[in-house]
């Protein structure tokens, strides 16, 4: 199966990138193919080549959240901040980064700011997949 640029981007959003937890998106080099693998239910490709796929969120890690965190520091008002803060101590960094519409505290056009930065990192993250990709012999479409 020929990898796309929306199965790429996809694995790389959706990478727990945790092998010993809940696993981890990884490209097997002779099949040219993503996989999923993990400790508790490994894929028969990992006994040969692969490599693990970036993860725009690794789990555990709070990488988003800490970026987010950043990101209103340098773009918002101080008391829209402290807002931000406030509602992310009764309902967590994770809720304060979603539309107001899900239960979350951003508005419109905060979440497509933050929604840019995302798209950045993506891009960027999968910018090194598609090297290493190109690298092992592969090719991305479209």
Known sequence: MTITERMLTG???NNPARY???GEYRYS???K???FSSAAKPDPKDAESWFALPSLNP???QRMELAFQQFIKRRWLPS???ELERFALR???NMAMELKYGGGALEDREAEE???VINRELERLADIARQRIREAGGDIEG
Do not use: E, L, N
């Open 11 to 13: 694995a790389i959003a």
């Open 20 to 22: 010993d937890g809940d």
């Open 91 to 93: 309902k967590g960094w």
């Open 80 to 82: 829209r901040q402290d």
């Open 29 to 31: 080099v002779p099949h």
């Open 33 to 35: 193919t993503i996989y």
């Open 114 to 116: 933050w929604q840019y």
């Open 59 to 61: 789990d555990g890690s």
